[in-house]
């Protein structure tokens, strides 16, 4: 049996299995004991339920790839907004649905599309709206490369000194887990400068000197900090915020401030919406959803209801 959207022209098997991916790390592990439960209560909604196997984020990408294309009626994800960047690989465009249910470090994806922050009740959420045939439709960004190379992503690109500390700390080889993050981030506070962006927002041009510069389908990044306050993943539209020429001790004053989504009161901050966003500066590979993404220059496009959760 199929069904087609009313939105998107993909055809949903509705009587295929439940996929459910799980990440054991998501989280630092914190979580490894979840998926039984999760899969008891998705089962009991009557719908035959697909574990799927992966072991490092590739895995899991293909493994999401493979049950969409093999008739899968929905996917659920267990771990943060990493976990669900692959899903998203999958799913932009498909129809098919989608649950995530909270496990990671930083998940702001779920947060910010309505998900309780326990995982508990983010799978009964979704084992009701299961049970219901209910969805919502929301958006999804789309990144294309200057090599042609698309990839999406439902939260967050960071395109500024977030991405160049991430990228300092997956170059690291000492020391392991989170002092790791910290001593990049005192690396390149060290090296902290302004660098010229080239901004073009539905076609019209922009040039600025910047440290931070963010392009928001949703509020926020890194496990609550919202860099695009306003963004709303259901508009149509991308908010783009930059920040612009802060030495290191006002970036550390401002930054705290992103928690709050006040930072963009600041004067030297300065906020953008579009539906297309071309943007371009030397020497950054970008981050979405917090995993390693695309090199600038790239084009990112605001898809509208990309994406159906289960909710």
């Given at each position: ?30 979580h490894r004991g979840l998926l039984p439960q999760v899969l008891r209560r998705l089962a009991a909604t009557g719908r035959p339920v697909r574990p799927l196997r992966a072991h ?99 939260a967050v690109l960071a395109a500024g000194f977030d991405a160049i500390v991430n990228e300092r700390a997956n170059r690291m080889r000492w020391p392991s887990g989170p002092r ?37 389908n949703c509020a926020s990044y890194g496990g609550g900090m919202r860099i695009c306050p306003d963004a709303d993943p259901t508009d149509g539209l991308l908010d783009v915020v ?70």
């Amino acid at each position: 049996m199929l069904a087609v959207t009313a939105d998107d022209h993909s055809s949903v098997a509705v009587d295929g299995p439940v996929a459910v991916l799980a990440n054991p790390t998501a989280g630092r592990g914190r979580h490894r004991g979840l998926l039984p439960q999760v899969l008891r209560r998705l089962a009991a909604t009557g719908r035959p339920v697909r574990p799927l196997r992966a072991h490092t984020a590739d895995e899991a990408e293909a493994a999401c790839r493979a049950a969409v294309r093999d008739g899968a009626s929905a996917l659920v994800v267990v771990g943060g907004d990493g976990t669900v960047h692959r899903a998203v690989q999958a799913l932009a465009g498909t129809g098919v649905p989608f649950g995530p249910v909270p496990a990671g470090t930083g998940n702001d994806f779920a947060a910010d599309t309505g998900f309780p922050a326990d995982p508990l009740a983010a799978v009964d959420v979704i084992a009701a709206a299961l049970r219901d045939g209910r969805t919502r439709a929301v958006d999804l960004a789309r990144m294309t490369g200057a090599d042609g190379a698309r990839r999406w992503y439902g939260a967050v690109l960071a395109a500024g000194f977030d991405a160049i500390v991430n990228e300092r700390a997956n170059r690291m080889r000492w020391p392991s887990g989170p002092r790791r993050y910290d001593l990049a981030v005192l690396v390149e506070l060290a090296r902290l400068r302004p660098r010229r962006y080239t901004l073009r927002l539905d076609g019209v041009p922009h040039e600025v000197d910047a440290v931070l510069v963010a392009v928001g389908n949703c509020a926020s990044y890194g496990g609550g900090m919202r860099i695009c306050p306003d963004a709303d993943p259901t508009d149509g539209l991308l908010d783009v915020v930059v920040g612009g020429a802060f030495d290191r001790r006002t970036l550390m004053r401002v930054k705290p401030r992103i928690y709050r989504g006040t930072h963009v009161a600041h004067p030297l901050v300065r906020s953008y919406r579009a539906r297309t966003v071309e943007l371009g500066a030397e020497g950054i590979t970008t981050y979405a959803d917090g995993e390693r993404a695309l090199p600038l220059p790239l084009t990112v496009t605001a898809t509208p209801a990309a994406l159906h959760l289960l909710c």
